[in-house]
C-alpha cells in the first residue's frame, strides 16, 4: 500500500528479513547501515577539519618534566587499555559480519561464534538484487535530510529570540 513512500530499512529488514527468519540477512543490511554510517561520519570529520584549522591539540611532551620509566610505564598501560577498548567495539561488528555471511541453518541452530558457518554470499546478493532495498534506502535518506531540516529551521527560529534580551525588542 504505502511502501513507495513509508517503507525505511529497518521496516524492510523486519518484513523481509526477520519475518522470514533470514537473520543472515537482516544482519548483513545492518552492517551495511554501520558502513554507510562511518563514511558519513569520516566525511563529516574531514569537512569539519577543512573548514576549522584551530582544531588540533597540541601537547608537550617536555613540559610535564615526569621521569621517562613512569612515562613509559603509562604508555604500556595506556595502549593496552586502548587495545582492549578495541576488542570489545570490533568483535560486536566482526560478529554481525560472520552471521552475515552464515548459513540460515547454522545462524538459527546458533553455530556462529567468531567465524561464519556455512559460507555464503546469498544475503548480500538478495540486497543487490532487491529493488525495495534501495527503496527503501531512499525513503529513510529524504526523511533524515527533511527531518533535519525542519528541526534545523524550528531550532532556529526558537533559538534566535531566545538569544535577544528584552532591551532588544520593541
Do not use: H
Request: net charge positive; glycine share 6%.
Amino acid at each position: 500500500l504505502v511502501y513507495s513512500t513509508g517503507d525505511i530499512i529497518d521496516t524492510w529488514v523486519y518484513r523481509a528479513g526477520l519475518e522470514n527468519l533470514q537473520y543472515s540477512l537482516a544482519t548483513a543490511v545492518g552492517l551495511f547501515k554501520s558502513v554507510i554510517s562511518v563514511i558519513l561520519i569520516v566525511i563529516g570529520y574531514k569537512l569539519a577539519d577543512k573548514f576549522n584549522s584551530d582544531s588540533k591539540i597540541a601537547v608537550d611532551s617536555r613540559a610535564s618534566g615526569t621521569n621517562k620509566s613512569f612515562s613509559a610505564y603509562v604508555m604500556v598501560v595506556n595502549v593496552v587499555i586502548l587495545i582492549l577498548i578495541t576488542l570489545v567495539c570490533i568483535l560486536p561488528v566482526w560478529y554481525v559480519l560472520c552471521v552475515s555471511l552464515s548459513s540460515r541453518e547454522a545462524v538459527s541452530a546458533g553455530k556462529v561464534a567468531l567465524w561464519p558457518v556455512g559460507f555464503n554470499l546469498l544475503s548480500y546478493k538478495k540486497i543487490l538484487g532487491e529493488g525495495n532495498f534501495f527503496t527503501s534506502f531512499l525513503v529513510s535518506i529524504k526523511r533524515v535530510v527533511l527531518g533535519t531540516g525542519a528541526s534545523m529551521v524550528c531550532i532556529l527560529l526558537a533559538a534566535y529570540p531566545l538569544s535577544r534580551t528584552k532591551k532588544q525588542f520593541p
